[in-house]
Every structure is written in structure tokens, then in C-alpha cells.
């Protein structure tokens, strides 16, 4: 026992900076990933934001009385129709 202090003494300026030098590390560590989850909360916030934005123009507009949201819909089918029936023809004249 008298041994291992005896050794431990002459060590222990040097066990004391290898300390500090990690302690300082891991300061900077838990301040970068403090920095990194405020720019994340930041970005996160601005989406969050601009999707609400949107769904609310979306709501706008479906809830409009004069859009009729099936009729356009229902065209949009047609068009895809006629343009994959004109396509097909195409493909079929080459």
C-alpha cells in the first residue's frame, strides 16, 4: 500500500492536468451540442411555421363555397387520361 502511494505522489500534478484538460473538453462538447440543439430547435421552429402557413391557405381554399374541390379533381383524372391516350398513340404510330 505504502507503494502505490508512493507512486501515486510524484503522479498526481500530472493525473491533475489530464483532469482538467478533459474537463475542459467536455465543456466544449456540451456547448457545441447545446449550440447544435438551438440551431435545430431554430430550423425546426421556421418549418413548423412555413407548413402551418400552408395548411392553412390549403384550408382556405377547401373550405372556399365557390371551389369544388371533386369537379377539379375529377378533371384532373380526365386530363391524365387524355394525355396517357394521346401518349399510347404515339407510341403506337413510331
Not at 502505490?4 to 510524484?10: K, Q, S
Amino acid at each position: 500500500m505504502e507503494g502505490y502511494i508512493a507512486l501515486l505522489i510524484p503522479l498526481a500534478p500530472f493525473i491533475m492536468v489530464c483532469f482538467i484538460v478533459w474537463t475542459k473538453h467536455q465543456r466544449k462538447l456540451a456547448e457545441l451540442q447545446m449550440q447544435n440543439t438551438a440551431e435545430r430547435a431554430a430550423l425546426n421552429a421556421s418549418t413548423t411555421t412555413a407548413l402551418e402557413d400552408r395548411v392553412r391557405v390549403l384550408e382556405r381554399i377547401v373550405t372556399d363555397k365557390g371551389y369544388d374541390v371533386a369537379t377539379q379533381i375529377e378533371a384532373l383524372r380526365d386530363a391524365r387520361k387524355v394525355d396517357a391516350v394521346l401518349e399510347s398513340r404515339k407510341t403506337d404510330a413510331s
